[in-house]
Each structure stands twice: as C-alpha cells, then as structure tokens.
C-alpha cells in the first residue's frame, strides 16, 4: 500500500496515527524526505536502522513542532542554540544539543547529544503538531534513502528506496532539495557540521559570530560526513570548466554511458545524457539529487560534474557533490 496523499486531510490524519501507532512513515519535508518513527520509542526507531541498513551508532535526527517540544529532548539549550531556534526555526537548520538522560536514546545512536530540527514544510509541520497533542514530542527520521545512497526529494524516489510495504506521505517535491545546515551547539564554540541551504554568513550573522567554525571532517558517528555519501550510482568525478571542456573535446563522445551536467560547456551530443546546471545555487540544490537519479535511470556509467563556484552560496551544493565524487 500505501501512498498517502498529503492534500487529503484523512490521509494526512491515517499517516499520523501510523506513525503514533509505533510504524515507519516516509514524510516531506522542505529539505528531503524523511524516514520516520517516534523518536521516543526505540523499538520504532530500530526499524528505521534496519530499514536503512544504517549503522546502530549514527544518530538521527528528531523532527519537533517547536522549540517546547524540543526541550522534551535537550538537557539544555545554549545561548547559540536558542538564537538559532528563535531566528531560524521553522526552517532547514538542525541543531546539535546536550540530550536530557533518557531521551530518544535509540535515535541519538547512544550518543550524550541530540540533533533537533523544526521544519518549516507545511506538512511536517502539520503531522509533527498532531503528534504532539497526541503525547508524541518528536519524530526521528533520516533522510528517506538506503544507506550511503542519493536522498529523496519527491515521494517516487522514497518508493524506488524501499518495498512497497512502507507507507509514504506524499507531499510533492521538495523546495529546498538538499540536507539541513547541521550546527553543533553542544560545546564551547559552535561549529558547522553539515552545510545546508542557508548560507553561512546567515549563521554567522544570527549567532553574531565573525566566522562559525567547521566540522572536524569524518567523523564517522556523522554519516553526512563521511567522505563518501550521497552516491549515485554511476561513478562521479568533478572537473573544472576548462578540464571538463578539454575532456569532452578529447573523448567525450567516445565515452559509452557519459553523462554531463555543467553550467558552462555545452555539450549535446546525440544518445548522450547531458543537464544544463543552473546559475542559481538555490536551483541546483532543489534539482542535485533528481537529476543525478535520472542518470542512473538514464543507464550512465560515468557521471562528470563542472565543479560549482567558489562563491559561499554554493557551499551546500559543493558538500554533496565532493561526497557523491569521493564514494
Ligand atoms: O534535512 C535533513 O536534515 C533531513 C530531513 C529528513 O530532515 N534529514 C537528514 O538526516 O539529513 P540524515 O540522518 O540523513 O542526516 C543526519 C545527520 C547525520 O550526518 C548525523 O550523523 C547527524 O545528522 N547527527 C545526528 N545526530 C547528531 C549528533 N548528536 N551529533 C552530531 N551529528 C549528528
Ligand atoms: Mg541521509
């Protein structure tokens, strides 16, 4: 069964109780989908890990209505973590916090921490509120894809992830496209985990900080940070303008199974799988993760990508196109 359909009120009320009853739901967000189960039962969420083939030791997210119910989670809030829930919440920022003892234990992988998020995408909104009057204060859910895979970002994507048996709320495509921005709030200084949508001078900015520290690369407790994830299928590589220009020039169409998404070379060859890629970051983002599936689905064996600009903006798009390369 079931695809869900999000417009329909008694669809969007069986979801809920779905996931209230202890199952798996696949739900929109502005971001990706989400694979969901209620973040304070840990049954529920050990069907998420072995639904995803993810490893027991990396934590997920908890998807709340708000900042009340994310205190049902967190030990405390710094002063860095409440700017960032009063200024970006609802939207596609999650924060890192100390977790209350005994909270969500399943979902925090074990870990002395907490990822909390407040969607902004009006569905997750509406589930997560519904939940939360029926006593349930948050819903863990990672991204809606096997492990080390591309994320979802419309319902056809999580369906092409899992058997038919998982329920999917479908709420269209997703706005935003890529991962939330990840800031850890848990210690002394915070720190930039993932990059997201928002750019980093917008954090920088709500938390009055000249510069926001970045992650300590690959830790391997953070998925997203593995070097290798985000994955098409297809091997990827990521080539300058002038290298990727030359390459084509020199063996592009001999190349069988090449696909090609640049912003400035051109290149239409006949049988060939090519994608303009966007000048606005904020597109690219929103189209990344289903264009590089129509290439798997278009039969690619080699997968080149015109590396994005150096420009900050392009921050969240670089991540994931440095990580599908490096798998
Ligand atoms: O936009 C998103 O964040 C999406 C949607 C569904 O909300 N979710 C998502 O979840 O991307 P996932 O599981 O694919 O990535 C969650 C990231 C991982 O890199 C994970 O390790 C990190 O959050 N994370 C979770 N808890 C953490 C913690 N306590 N400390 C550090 N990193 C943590
Ligand atoms: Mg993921």
Redesign the pocket.
């Known amino acids: 069964m079931p695809l869900l359909n999000a417009s329909d009120p008694a669809d969007l009320r069986r979801a809920r109780q779905h996931v209230v009853d202890g199952h798996l739901l696949a739900f929109p ?1 502005e ?4 694979l969901g189960a209620r973040a304070d039962d840990d049954a529920a969420v050990a069907a998420i890990f072995a639904a995803k083939g993810r490893p027991a030791d ?4 908890v ?1 709340v209505a708000g900042p009340d119910q994310a205190q049902h989670f967190a030990a405390e809030f710094s002063a860095t973590a409440r700017r960032l829930m009063q200024q970006c919440w609802p939207g ?1 920022v ?1 924060l ?1 916090v100390r977790r209350a003892s005994g909270a969500a234990q399943a979902a ?2 074990g ?1 002395a ?3 909390l ?1 407040c ?1 902004s995408h009006p569905v997750a909104r509406e589930l997560l509120a519904q939940a939360a009057a029926l006593g349930v204060p948050g819903i863990a ?4 894809n096997r492990f080390g895979r591309l ?1 979802p970002t419309c319902a056809a994507h999580v369906r092409s992830e899992f058997d038919s048996s998982l329920w999917v709320l479908d709420g269209g495509a997703c706005a935003e496209g890529i ?2 921005a ?1 800031v ?1 709030c848990s210690g002394a200084q915070p720190a930039l ?2 990059p ?1 949508t928002l750019p980093r001078a917008s954090l920088e900015a709500v938390l009055g900080l000249a510069v926001l520290a970045a992650a300590q690369t690959d830790s391997p ?5 593995l070097k290798a994830h985000y994955a098409p299928q297809a091997p990827l590589r990521l080539m300058s303008a002038a290298l990727l220009d030359q390459a084509l020039q020199v063996s592009g169409g001999g190349i069988p199974g090449l696909a090609v998404y640049s912003r400035s070379v051109s290149w239409r060859a006949a049988k060939r799988l090519a994608r303009a890629m966007p000048d606005d970051p904020a597109q690219v983002a929103r189209e990344l993760f289903a264009v590089l599936r129509e290439f798997d689905a278009g039969g690619a064996q080699l997968i080149w990508v015109e590396e994005p600009p150096a420009d900050p903006a392009w921050d969240g798009v670089r991540d994931r196109l440095r990580r599908a390369a490096a798998a």
């Not at 971001?31 to 989400?34: A, L, P, Q, S, W």
């Not at 990396?58 to 997210?61: D, E, F, G, K």
């Not at 407790?221 to 940070?225: D, F, I």
């Open positions: 967000t971001t990706v989908y989400g990396h934590p997920l997210i998807h596609p999650s890192v925090a992988g870990l921490t907490i990822a998020r969607p859910a990672p991204s809606a994320s991962e939330s990840i850890d985990l993932r997201g407790r953070v998925p997203g940070a």
